[in-house]
């Protein structure tokens, strides 16, 4: 979607930047999480601040200012779109993930194709939650328990679901705070 939003908004024709103004403004209505929005905004905040700069009508350019005001609001305001010119701080790989799953499981199951492939997706998933610093326990529930439940009990798959989310929390802190340490010492 994000490709079609940034040639909407290179277009030359008034109307079609208009009509992607508008819908960025709507589809940023509709997130909930900063992290989410973030990562759109160093795709759609050039194009818009060009719209804003050199827009054919006062209306274009209003539509658009308007545009840029919600995703930067939704995207964690200024400070968040100045970070994400950054890199990401930290990436986890899904093999690390699938260590952690494997480790928090135990050696309770059998170990076959099905098992793995489970682990492996799930452990991919939740290696993409971690990159997006996404740590809502449904997400992460969403993104473990149907996998589990088809060779662990409910009771099980809950406490593996919270051990592997509580533990990413508390890596994200001590990362974060880790990097802000390095961040303050290079200024």
Same mark, same amino acid.
């Given at each position: 979607?994000?490709?079609?939003?940034?040639?909407?908004?290179?277009?030359?024709?008034?109307?079609?930047?208009?009509?992607?103004?508008?819908?960025?403004?709507?589809?940023?209505?509709?997130?909930?999480?900063?992290?989410?929005?973030?990562?759109?905004?160093?795709?759609?905040?050039?194009?818009?601040?060009?719209?804003?700069?050199?827009?054919?009508?006062?209306?274009?350019?209003?539509?658009?200012?308007?545009?840029?005001?919600?995703?930067?609001?939704?995207?964690?305001?200024?400070?968040?779109?100045?970070?994400?010119?950054?890199?990401?701080?930290?990436?986890?790989?899904?093999?690390?993930?699938?260590?952690?799953?494997?480790?928090?499981?135990?050696?309770?199951?059998?170990?076959? *194709?099905?098992? $793995? &492939? +489970?682990? =492996?997706?799930?452990?991919?998933?939740?290696? !993409?939650?971690?990159?997006?610093?996404?740590?809502?326990?449904?997400?992460?529930?969403?993104?473990?328990?149907?996998?589990?439940?088809?060779?662990?009990?409910?009771?099980?798959?809950?406490?593996?679901?919270?051990?592997?989310?509580?533990?990413?929390?508390?890596? *994200?802190?001590? $990362? &974060? +705070?880790? =990097?802000?340490?390095?961040?303050?010492?290079? !200024?």
């Amino acid at each position: 979607m994000c490709p079609l939003l940034v040639r909407g908004l290179a277009e030359r024709t008034p109307s079609i930047q208009r009509q992607t103004a508008v819908i960025i403004d709507n589809m940023c209505k509709l997130v909930e999480n900063p992290a989410h929005a973030k990562q759109f905004l160093p795709k759609l905040l050039p194009g818009l601040d060009r719209m804003i700069e050199i827009g054919a009508s006062p209306e274009l350019r209003s539509v658009a200012e308007r545009a840029r005001a919600t995703l930067v609001r939704v995207g964690g305001g200024e400070k968040a779109h100045e970070e994400s010119n950054l890199n990401i701080a930290y990436e986890v790989r899904p093999s690390e993930v699938l260590n952690t799953l494997k480790k928090t499981i135990g050696a309770s199951i059998k170990s076959d *194709d099905f098992v $793995n &492939t +489970s682990l =492996n997706y799930s452990a991919t998933l939740c290696s !993409e939650l971690i990159t997006s610093r996404d740590f809502e326990v449904d997400a992460w529930d969403a993104s473990i328990s149907p996998y589990l439940l088809t060779f662990l009990s409910k009771d099980e798959v809950r406490r593996v679901s919270n051990a592997v989310h509580k533990f990413y929390v508390e890596f *994200d802190a001590k $990362n &974060t +705070s880790a =990097n802000a340490a390095v961040a303050d010492v290079e !200024e």
